[in-house]
């Protein structure tokens, strides 16, 4: 699959995005893929339409001097359906073969305050969320209750990462003064599952029934009233019954 | 070796061309210059949209494309397979000065040339040491070292520091630091080393003088008999080895530069006052006044009693 990538470059007080539309090859980053790829011709610069990309400068991100980037904060990607930049770029550094920009991977956006995001606040700004390209499937708000007043929810802005195409518009529309929501790369937003981490619930439906043979089903606990009687009102009972199981 | 020796370098030239004639090619390599740089300013200055990119890559009227071969040889060994536009763009820019003399980027196209002419003017004018002196080659190894971190880095690595896209990209895009990496350049060359950066350690300039090899485009010091040994031409040359052997060839040597070192800057033809040299191709072997190639055809009867003039005169 084709991916648009964004990198960071922090330095000091500075954040800003490198748009790394790029391959995702094997055994390398998208990065370290555009940067073997990007000519910097600027291209790709030229013609976006709402001039989000600019070319970094000599010194502002090391090995990306003169690549594209942009600072979603100022200029966000407004994810054109025709993705002129990806158009114009004669070296295949950004991939010809990104035509949905849903698809899209420039980064993903992280909720990097909820001490300071108002929806977590318990109000509903809600802003981030609105004006998603991809909304209720980049980004949900997820009701819970607002133990502080007792009486209300919170919605909190959750971005997917899987459907989140960095585009940045949540972290241009922030209303705080400093977003509460960023882009970042992917690398930095998000963990890496182990290869020999199987989750028991995914497997159980691909397979069908439990990987292993005379598995014993015990009661999972929860909380709730009465969590660990089952006989109670509010307990649990598991999904799947294991064929036979008495219990 | 008379006082004309001592003359200021050129100044013979002057006399006898007026100082148009004197800086004919020296002129039409600067508006070659700004021609250059014009086509990609008035796009983003005005919205005149002729040529879009850098001197890295770019697309003219929106079909040419062009691509800089060395950056593309860099993103090729560093693992990214360019797409077919890259690929084409190289290509044309590659036959293109496989024909024209490689070099002639340098001198009519690059716009580190300007900066380097200067350095080398202000050099001259204040009497300044030559400075180190690297070998000619070390900008080919310099090549060669940037390929190969690029292969072992994954990125295109001369272009972290590569001034010519540094500077043609600032005044493009916006100039910012990038005029602090070109004040280093002109320090360079007037400070530690003559003509340091184009003769010595541009690898881009290295990767031109290979394409440029066998390229049909040269100059030819045809009218090499005709030389007074003013050392003119050397003074002025940027790369002044390559006019010996055609210069001072022996009878029955070709009177061609056939260095790919030559820039096909022409100002060995300006600053002659003998019109020793002039722009030619490379299958021309022809030894006489450019006057006499030229009108030999027309008017046969006329250029023995020129060529008799000449011996008269350096008798
Ligand atoms: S998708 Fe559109 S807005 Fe986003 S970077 Fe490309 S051209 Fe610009
Ligand atoms: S068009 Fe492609 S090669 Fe040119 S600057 Fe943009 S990403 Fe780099
Ligand atoms: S960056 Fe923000 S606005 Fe853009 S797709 Fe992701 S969640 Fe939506
Ligand atoms: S040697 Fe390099 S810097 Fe000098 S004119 Fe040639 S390409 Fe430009
Ligand atoms: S030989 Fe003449 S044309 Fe060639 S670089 Fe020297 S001065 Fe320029």
Redesign the pocket.
Known sequence: MCLCRIGTGVSGARCSRLARHSHQATGRTGEEDFLSACIRCGLCVRDCPYDTLKLAELGEDGPATGTPYFTARDIPCEMCDDIPCVAACPTGALDPSLTNIDDADMGVAVLVDQENCLNFLGLRCDVCYRVCPVIDEAITLETSHNTRSGHHAIFAPTVHADRCTGCGKCEQSCVLPEAAIKVLPTHLARAESADHYRRGWEEKEANDGPLVDGIIDLPDRLPGPGTDNLATPGGFEPTYKLPGATQ | MSARTHLPVGQEAIAIKGWIGAHRFLLLRRASQLFFLALFLVGPWFGIWIVEGTLAGSRTLDILPLTDPFVLVQSMVAGHWPALTALIGAAIVVVAYAVLGGRTYC?WVCPINPVTDAAHWLHVKLGLPKGWQPKRNTRLWIALAAILASALTGTIAWELINPITILHRGLIFGLGFSLALIGLIFLFDLLLSRQGWCGHVCPVGAIYGLIGTKSVVR?SAANRTACDDCMD?YA?????Q??SPALKGKDGTSPL?LSPD???????IDVCAQDV?HFTHRFDNRIGALADLSSAATIGAASPDNGSTHHAEIN
Do not use: A
């Open positions: 001198s100059i031409c002025v040359c940027p790369e002044n390559v006019i530069i030559c820039t096909n800057c022409g100002r060995c040299f």
